[in-house]
């Protein structure tokens, strides 16, 4: 339920600034705006507003939307009788009014307010976002992975992040981002590094291997860093009911010391060694009230990210000493925060236009290509994840509906851009013929990008 009402809520709002973006700059040019539909198909309710009485529709298909104008272009498509009936259906002055009668300064202006609208909800999302305050995981590094770039360049176990070609690291997610947006200009960065005896050092890190894969996954893991992980004792907060740890007897508060005879000494030894044993019967060990208790488990089989592991349905306490340790909050000031975030939806649509590009060079795959299932299921885990998760994941979803509509494509809006900006050059619109042709090629080539998403989205629902 959770996952179904955050997927329409970011479209109805994503899409409902879009096409406000169109509406208002269309009525500031003296457009007479006809309908203005979220969605597609069967109208759900309609209501007439505003001096024009334009029909504000909500429609049964929540994936997109439309603003209509007055525009005489549609007279054409119709038969003579009903031509001359559409015409007489409105005055001179109305005519005027007209869409295709506008400069075409102001038809520019009309179609790039849609995905400007949606840069612009992004920038007062981020804005929100920073004021709040962003939390993420201290850029400190845990075990170096053997043979890996990061090893060979003599990266070490609690090294602190401080800059990477010259750029501040506040996190681990500042780290990634960084790399990844790097790796598009050159092949390996300079990580200036705060050791553990408060040293700095500068490695060479070489970064030719963050490849098409990269974007669904851990950019600095692929580089062999791992988060530094603070040892946290493996005592248990909570015990899902009917589990297989309710079914065994495992409580709340019960500290445990051994798993199959295995020492435990921090929480990571025991879900590791739970994970590696599904279906197999433990034997565990806990301290309960200062008196050592031996109990028997058998973590359920389940699958995750293609592999089967084991579960026993039992979650850990982290104490607020770990909490500081490993976390660190950034906050900004009014202005300060404005400024980040025009910086970062700037940053995001260059980072979207670079991965366009490499897709369609071939330089990386096809497979970041989302569809609405992937959006559905990222909108309700990211809404699970607290208000601040999901405040970003609007911003990012809105980033990518603006840079998409401004791409050449007929049917989008960067579509109408092309012909008008050829129209300026040649000073007279395009025709008719070539629009047509024009649209029979973007809707091959939406139709080819939504089965493609939508391949994708069911290939991670299979392999998980």
Not at 37 to 58: A, C, M, N, R
Not at 292 to 311: D, Y
Not at 399 to 414: A, C, E, F, K, R
Not at 432 to 444: A, D, N, R, Y
Request: hydrophobic letters at 45%.
């Amino acid at each position: 339920m959770l996952t179904a009402l955050a997927f329409i809520f970011t479209l109805g709002l994503l899409v409902t600034v879009h096409e406000f973006g169109h509406y208002q700059v269309a009525r500031w040019c003296g457009v007479k705006v006809l309908k203005f539909s979220i969605g597609f198909g069967q109208p759900l309710w309609s209501k007439q507003f505003g001096s024009d009485k334009t029909e504000l529709v909500i429609a049964s298909i929540p994936l997109g939307g439309y603003v209509k104008m007055l525009d005489e272009r549609e007279f054409a498509d119709e038969s003579n009788a009903d031509m001359q009936l559409s015409q007489t259906a409105y005055s001179e002055s109305d005519l005027k009014r007209a869409f295709n009668r506008q400069s075409v300064y102001k038809r520019i202006a009309i179609v790039l307010a849609g995905p400007l609208a949606n840069l612009l909800l992004a920038i007062f999302l981020y804005w929100v976002l920073f004021m709040m305050g962003i939390v993420g995981i201290k850029p400190i590094i845990g075990k170096v992975v053997e043979n890996s770039p990061a090893a060979t360049a003599n990266f070490a176990l609690g090294d602190t992040i401080q800059k990477i070609n010259g750029k501040h690291v506040a996190s681990w997610q500042d780290a990634s981002w960084i790399l990844l947006n790097e790796s598009f200009k050159s092949k390996s960065v300079k990580v200036e590094v705060l050791s553990r005896s408060q040293k700095t050092h500068t490695h060479q890190l070489d970064i030719s291997n963050i490849n098409s894969e990269s974007n669904n996954k851990d950019v600095l893991s692929g580089l062999g860093l791992t988060i530094y992980q603070p040892d946290i004792p493996a005592r248990i907060d909570e015990v899902i009911k009917n589990s297989p740890a309710y079914l065994a007897g495992l409580k709340s508060q019960d500290l445990v010391l051994s798993i199959n005879k295995i020492k435990v000494r921090t929480r990571d030894d025991f879900v590791q060694e739970v994970r590696q044993h599904p279906d197999a019967t433990l034997d565990v060990v806990v301290e309960r009230d200062s008196v050592e208790v031996q109990l028997s488990v058998t973590p359920e089989q389940v699958i995750e990210n293609g592999k089967i592991v084991g579960r026993i349905g039992t979650s850990f306490k982290q104490e607020q000493r770990v909490i500081d340790e490993f976390f660190v909050t950034t906050h900004y000031s009014t202005l300060g925060a404005f400024v980040k975030a025009t910086e970062k939806t700037w940053d995001n649509s260059i980072f979207t236009l670079k991965m366009l590009t490499k897709m369609l060079t071939g330089q990386i795959s096809w497979k970041g290509v989302s569809g609405p299932v992937t959006i559905a299921s990222y909108a309700g885990q990211s809404a699970n994840m607290g208000l601040k998760v999901f405040i970003g994941f609007l911003a990012i979803i809105s980033i990518s509906i603006g840079v998409l509509n401004l791409l050449p494509i007929p049917v989008l809006d960067g579509g109408h851009l092309m012909y008008y900006i050829v129209e300026i050059f040649t000073g007279k619109p395009t025709p008719e013929s070539v629009m047509i042709v024009g649209q029979k090629i973007g809707f091959s080539l939406l139709g080819f990008m939504m089965i493609l998403a939508l391949y994708n989205d069911i290939n991670r629902l299979i392999t998980g």
